[in-house]
């Protein structure tokens, strides 16, 4: 339900301007507070009351969550104040990760993709986020700031359930780290929403391939599905398919329907279960023959 | 109920502003500041009634805290039209009847101004893609692309 009403309940706003005093602020105010910082996630579910905090932390003034930089060791560094509009169109991320430009074009619209930001679609946690997957595929590193200091946390371990995360009272993602792609790669992202642009996805399937020696198959594949699943997820068993075998178009065919095997949907308003399951199968064929055309030129 | 007090600037105005730490920068710019054109529609950032320019850029105002905006430099409808001429994209879908209820046009005529400012020769997809945040339910946006067209060329 869409509260239309403009305002949002009673709260404050608080920014502080260091990462010791947010985790504090934080960890002190365990379940009443809550660090945003395009709001574009939580200000819909504080009007719908789904969230309730006494506290937005506004985390656009700590240090570090507005980098975005590429390093040709390190690779790529996004800031959790880094908006998806500024991701779609960086020069390094068009040159290096055209995937991730990609992914984060396909969020919802221009005006909110000024809002919005790549750690926020992964904090929220929600089966759907456009960016995870790929982030996830490439082998995202999260760096998160604790009351015990900094830590990394791997994406593939970062979702426990809807809305729900490995992270504690007093986290605060600082930015996320994705290593420099492997060579030759070539990926995609396969959004079905209800209209071409602008919606949720109903599934989200990513796809990046690459030349790789220690496969039979001559190539590694990586496939994470979105909105299918109570978390984003990789279809291992799919991936392992196509590193064995000789890819053509039936083992394709063949990793496709693992893909279907491995997803657990619901039936929810913008579609059932049953779809969700033959669309997965579908886009993940289409996106595996796109990716390998590109890959076998 | 916390209040900050903000100063930022307002189609040209510099504004000093006291704001509940819960008011957004939509409810600021047409409770506080009387500035009306900006339109409530959703409050979910889908219908894009509510966009601003914040800093050059369009946002969904109803999806911003007005707190957050001290130093901000915001453009309303109402801060296009400079000494009382419209710019030609307002002119153009004035005349092209791209106005019928007029609740999406002011939102729209930010997101298209932003458009053209970033993309002076837009393709008629990008030009789709631009506004695909703001919700039209009367013209069917025909005319309203013509309109942004039109003002390209």
Not at chain 1, 203 to 229: C, H, N
Not at chain 2, 117 to 141: F, M
Request: aromatic share 6%; net charge positive.
């Amino acid at each position: 339900m869409i509260n239309p009403h403009p305002g949002l309940p009673e709260l404050q706003y608080v920014k502080p301007t260091s990462l010791a005093e947010a985790s504090k602020f934080l960890a002190e105010h365990e379940g009443i507070a809550r660090p945003f910082s395009g709001g574009t996630d939580n200000f819909v579910r504080l009007r719908d009351g789904v969230l309730k905090l006494d506290y937005l932390v506004d985390v656009k003034g700590l240090e570090g969550v507005h980098e975005i930089s590429f390093d040709s060791k390190k690779g790529l560094t996004i800031g959790a104040a880094v908006n998806m509009n500024k991701v779609a169109s960086n020069p390094e991320i068009l040159r290096h990760y055209p995937n991730l430009a990609e992914a984060a074009q396909s969020v919802a619209s221009y005006q909110l993709r000024n809002r919005a930001t790549v750690i926020g679609n992964i904090c929220n946690a929600s089966p759907a986020g456009d960016t995870i997957g790929t982030c996830m595929v490439l082998g995202g590193v999260l760096r998160v700031h604790g009351i015990q200091g900094f830590r990394d946390v791997p994406l593939s371990s970062f979702f426990l359930a809807p809305g729900r995360t490995v992270l504690k009272p007093g986290d605060v993602v600082v930015s996320i780290t994705l290593p420099v792609p492997p060579k030759g790669f070539v990926g995609t992202y396969k959004k079905l929403g209800r209209n071409i642009i602008g919606d949720l996805s109903i599934v989200g399937v990513t796809v990046m391939g690459f030349p790789s020696k220690d496969a039979p198959s001559g190539y590694q594949f990586r496939i994470a599905l979105a909105s299918v699943a109570p978390v984003p997820f990789e279809a291992l068993k799919a991936e392992a398919v196509l590193s064995q075998k000789k890819i053509t178009d039936e083992v394709i065919t063949e990793a496709a329907e693992s893909a279907m095997q491995a997803v657990t949907p619901i039936d929810d308003v913008r579609g059932s279960a049953r779809y969700r399951k033959f669309m997965v199968r579908n886009l993940t064929r289409e996106a595996l023959t796109e990716v390998w055309k590109k890959l076998s030129k | 109920m916390n209040y900050s007090t903000i100063t930022l600037t307002v189609n040209d105005l510099v504004e000093t502003v006291d704001v509940p730490q819960n008011m957004t920068l939509l409810q600021m710019i047409r409770e506080k500041l009387s500035l009306t054109g900006t339109k409530n529609g959703c409050s979910a950032g889908e219908c894009g009634a509510c966009t601003v320019l914040m800093n050059g850029e369009p946002v969904n105002s109803c999806m911003v805290l007005a707190a957050e905006c001290d130093g901000a430099e915001i453009v309303t409808v109402e801060g296009l039209a400079k000494g009382g001429k419209l710019t030609q994209l307002q002119d153009a879908i004035i005349k092209s009847g791209g106005v019928q209820c007029g609740f999406c046009t002011p939102g729209m005529l930010i997101s298209a101004t932003a458009l053209l400012k970033r993309n002076a020769h837009p393709t008629d997809v990008e030009i789709r893609e631009a506004i695909v945040g703001n919700l039209c339910r009367c013209t069917g946006y025909v005319r309203i692309v013509d309109a942004i067209k039109q003002t390209a060329k």
